[in-house]
Each structure stands twice: as C-alpha cells, then as structure tokens.
C-alpha cells in the first residue's frame, strides 16, 4: 500500500508531499489545484511514460517518489522481484522514483 507520494516540479506542483490513510482516499479541490498532476505522478510510478511537458515551467526536472509500505511476512516472489529490479527493502518499506 502506497504511505505517503512526494512530488516536485510537476505540472502546477512545485513541491508536495502527501499521507495517505489506510482505506479510502479522496482528492479535492479547485480548478487548477493540481488533482490531476497527483494521479499522472501516481500513474508515473506504475510505469507510465513520463511527458518532458508536463516538467513545472522555469525548473530542470520533475521528480516523483512512492513509498510503499509491504504486506508483513515472508514473500518469496515480490523480495525476488524488487531484488531483480535493483532494489531494496528497509524495515517493509519500498521507495520508488
């Protein structure tokens, strides 16, 4: 389960960082809030295409961090996988950006 998203630089989003709660979550919130830059920086850290437009304008790069809190017990085959991918778990939590 994603915890917390760290975003900077993209879209209208300078910098943000958002808690999430176990259970439902709803964004809300003005035209031109950033909603929509919160789902394309989640749909980023599923692996979707990064768009170079979609970088703040003035600033170099945009960056997106997920930390992900993982199901307690042994998983053979996720720790295979996020070991494949270079990567590491510290105390069940996965950071990806």
Known sequence: MIERL??????????AEIEFSPGFTV??????????MVL??????????ADPGLVSSGAES?????FYVLPEGE???LTQVI???????DDGLLIVN
């Open 6 to 15: 760290k975003i900077n630089d993209l879209g209208v989003i300078r910098s």
């Open 27 to 36: 964004v809300t919130g003005e035209t031109g809030a950033g909603k929509t």
């Open 40 to 49: 394309t920086a989640l749909a980023l850290l599923g692996g979707a295409k």
């Open 62 to 66: 945009a960056g997106v961090e997920g």
């Open 75 to 77: 998983n053979a085959e």
């Open 83 to 89: 070991d494949e991918c270079g990567a590491s778990l």
